[in-house]
């Protein structure tokens, strides 16, 4: 089945070539996808196939991908697609699906655009590639990186939660942190320049591409719901979700509308960095896509994300990431306002669940009156820290991942007037006592984080 594929403009429908490089309309700045050559009844065949072959993870659809042959699988895609009956009555939504992305290899949906984009540097010769974005996205690529044996350089924001940093660098992946991810992606791109290295950013047309087989494998079941939740961070898997119903709309009647989910709040929120983006990348295009399919882009309070998070661990089992919930707390919302009707199907993407951060897990927890009671009510000895202490164990649960240096000038920044030196001397001691890790190095300093048992006696010693 030999497929054609050229790279165009979403909005505009400019044509543009592929060069492998990210790219942007020129016009209207959106980021470009993949267009097909196939006729209808190679779409319609594909979409019967591919749930045969599902074993062979996202290349079940090869050759609607944009590479020149299927590539390596870690077992992404084909996540499962549940009915949630007791979480639909509890919300109000009689017809309840999730579709359950924290089941891809590295707990996130962005797998699937990984494995296309790493086959694509693969195909163009690429032995290291350079990758910038948030913290799923860059672990995500080093997990796909070293299944390829490519060495992986990622940019990412500093505050990367450390169950992340963890898992890139046992990825073998070298991480670089910057004080935003604009600037990740200033630095990675100045880096693939200088020495020539296949440049992964969040728009790269492999991880769009990748994305949108989630459509293709809820309409191979022969679903169609009424409606398709989606959370919206930098808008890039809600316009690969309307990108690929377009696609299907001669193989396919009754497509759902799309209603994308932003969280509002500037992302100081825990666990929201991820959805909270300040300078979204695809907004506008996406808010012009998602209204052609009738459906809109809305606003939901972190407060309900979290709530959101206990209802559903508690009626299905699933544990998501904040960010992978806010769809279920926006059905809540909807169902609540009435825009969804009773008697509509719904299904809400939870986008991932691979963190299992202890902090955001905690954040969940008090944000659910049952589960904060049971935890309470266990009897435990708080051990005694002393205020800085104490308060360089919050810097370091709020931040992430610094050096003494930063944790003194943000010690400075709030009144708490200490010596450098005292400061290392408490570092130094919080670390012999087993509270906080060396977790890197930025230059000639050393980066800290919280362990285990850090977070273990924060959070009893509140
Ligand atoms: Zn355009």
Not at 55 to 81: H, K
Not at 176 to 194: F, G
Not at 426 to 444: C, D, F, N, P
Request: with cysteine; glycine share 10%.
């Amino acid at each position: 089945m030999e497929v054609r594929r050229a790279l165009y403009c979403p909005l505009c429908g400019r044509a543009y070539e592929d060069t492998g490089k990210p790219t942007r309309c020129e016009r209207c700045g959106s980021p470009l996808v993949v267009g097909y050559d196939a006729p209808t009844s190679t779409i319609r065949r594909l979409l019967w196939e591919s749930r045969l072959r599902f074993e062979r993870g996202v290349w079940s659809f090869f050759p609607l991908l944009p590479t020149r042959q299927p590539g390596l699988s870690l077992g992404e895609a084909w996540t499962p697609i549940l009915r949630a009956d007791r979480l639909g009555e509890r919300l109000g939504v009689r017809r309840f699906f999730l579709k359950n992305e924290a089941c891809n290899p590295t707990g996130c949906f962005i797998d699937r655009g990984s494995a296309v984009e790493l086959e694509r540097a693969v195909e163009a010769g690429a032995r290291s590639v350079v990758a910038a974005g948030l913290g799923d996205l860059v672990s995500s690529v080093a997990a796909y990186s070293a299944a390829y044996g490519v060495q992986a350089s990622v940019y990412t924001k500093r505050g990367v939660e450390a169950s992340k940093l963890y898992s890139i660098v046992l990825r073998g992946a070298s991480p670089t942190l910057s004080q935003s991810v604009e600037k990740a992606v200033e630095r990675a791109s100045r880096v693939a320049d200088a020495k020539a290295v296949h440049l992964i950013l969040p728009y790269s047309p492999g991880l769009l591409e990748g994305y949108r087989t989630l459509v293709y494998e809820i309409v191979s079941y022969g679903l169609t719901p009424d409606a398709l939740l989606v959370p919206v961070g930098d808008g890039l898997l809600a316009l690969s979700i309307c990108k690929a119903l377009s696609e299907l709309e001669d193989v396919v009647k009754d497509l759902p509308r799309v209603i994308g989910v932003r969280v509002e709040g500037g992302g100081s929120e825990v666990g929201l960095s991820e959805l909270v983006v300040e300078r979204p990348l695809a907004l506008d295009v996406v808010r012009r896509l998602v209204a052609k399919r009738g459906g809109a882009i809305i606003e939901v309070k972190p407060s309900r994300v979290y709530r959101a998070l206990g209802v559903l661990a508690s009626t299905t089992g699933i544990v998501a990431d904040p960010a992978g919930a806010a769809s279920v707390a926006a059905a809540w919302q909807l169902a609540e306002e009435g825009s969804i009707d009773r008697g509509e199907s719904v299904i809400a993407l939870v986008t991932g669940g691979g963190s299992r951060d202890p902090l955001l897990l905690l954040e969940a927890v008090r944000a659910w009156p049952e589960a904060s009671k049971a935890l309470m009510s266990l009897d435990e000895s708080v051990p005694v820290l002393s205020k800085a202490k104490r308060r360089i164990l919050e810097i370091l649960a709020e931040k992430g991942t610094m050096h003494t240096y930063a944790i003194w000038k943000q010690l400075l920044s709030e009144g708490i007037k200490l010596s450098l030196a005292t400061v290392h001397q408490h570092v130094k001691s919080l670390e012999a006592e087993g509270l906080i890790t060396q977790v890197g190095r930025e230059g000639k300093r050393i980066l800290y984080a919280l362990t285990t048992r850090g977070y273990e006696v924060l959070r009893q010693s509140q």
